[in-house]
């Protein structure tokens, strides 16, 4: 038998199946005492069972075996658990000297420094990654996220999963903002549900914001490009203490959403009152289609049932009754 290398598997090594345990319930219905003549068969891997876990004691003058009290048995697995924490403990004292030379040649590595004191700049995207994960390994607190956009790439939904639930099951708390649109993507949706199930919270907004990650408030991820091809690590504590409030400020003006309604059914009302909205503060049709992330076309669609609705004869009269309309709910 392997020797158990963890208090689990020693338990697992140490104690009888269900089959071993019936066997022994039995032998103490018949006195605690059984002879080896009276094992059929299909008690044999049971009886070898109890006689490997010390509840059978073999006499071999009369080919018998003897019950033996599990008392003693649950001593002699505790000090057995007991001598082993002792040296899994002193194996974890070892651990950082064990590792000293790998520390140490992680520490010296070269860092790119080609911007100001404080800010690190990459361009390479297998790179960034790989430093994103760095800090949310370092990093274990919080993360706070910021993803314009809309739809998120599908292809990198399932590593972004897989990093937050890693997150999370190290105690660390997540919050994140997408734009309205991200509420009409499949992908994104199913994401979102798996995620908040996890403990995530993800809120949309439907206002311009920057895209921007943020690790235990010391540490951000920003673009450095306008199409997002590289990266700006920023350290520096004002810097990132404003961006923090940046994103503290958004987080406040955005929606909670129902992600696990939106797979349970259409989306269209949620569209429908962010077109309403965005309308209602000037924007103008374009403008609001690249917000959403729509056509022209379908804003359109969407803007005539509002007219229809508030009877009204043009964009301008009909942005000031939807206004008026939300003050008036906001008041009641």
């Known amino acids: 038998m392997t020797e158990p290398r963890t208090a689990s598997d020693l338990l697992t090594a140490a104690l009888p199946d269900a089959a071993a345990r019936e066997l022994y319930r039995a032998i103490l219905r018949e006195g605690g005492r059984i002879r080896a003549a009276e094992v059929g068969p299909a008690d044999a891997a049971a009886l070898d069972r109890l006689v490997e876990v010390g509840l059978l004691v073999p006499l071999l003058m009369d080919a018998s075996y003897s019950a033996v009290d599990p008392r003693s048995v649950t001593d002699r697995i505790g000090v057995d658990i007991r001598l082993m924490s002792a040296r899994l403990l002193r194996e974890a004292e070892q651990l950082p000297d064990l590792m000293d030379d790998l520390t140490r040649a992680y520490d010296a590595a070269p860092r790119r420094h080609d911007g100001p004191a404080g800010v690190r700049y990459l361009a390479d995207m297998a790179q960034i990654r790989h430093e994103i994960e760095q800090l949310a390994q370092a990093y274990r607190a919080e993360g706070l996220t910021a993803q314009p956009g809309g739809a998120r790439p599908a292809g990198l939904l399932p590593d972004s999963l897989d990093r937050s639930r890693r997150y999370l099951e190290r105690g660390g708390t997540m919050r994140t903002i997408y734009e309205p649109a991200a509420r009409l993507d499949g992908p994104t949706v199913e994401y979102a549900v798996e995620a908040t199930r996890l403990g995530c ?132």
């Open 201 to 332: 919270a993800i809120r949309v907004l439907a206002a311009p914001f920057k895209r921007m990650l943020i690790f235990d408030r010391t540490v951000a991820v920003i673009p450095a490009a306008p199409d997002n091809s590289s990266a700006a690590f920023v350290e520096d504590p004002a810097t990132v203490a404003f961006l923090v409030d940046v994103f503290e400020q958004h987080w406040q003006q955005a929606d909670g959403v129902n992600w696990a309604g939106l797979v349970a059914g259409p989306a269209e009302p949620a569209v429908h009152d962010q077109v309403g909205r965005l309308l209602s503060q000037g924007l103008t049709q374009r403008v609001i289609a690249g917000r959403l992330g729509l056509s022209e076309r379908t804003v359109a669609g969407h803007i005539a049932r509002l007219r229809e609705l508030y009877d009204a004869e043009t964009l301008f009269q009909l942005g000031w009754q939807i206004r008026g309309a939300r003050t008036r709910e906001s008041d009641a």
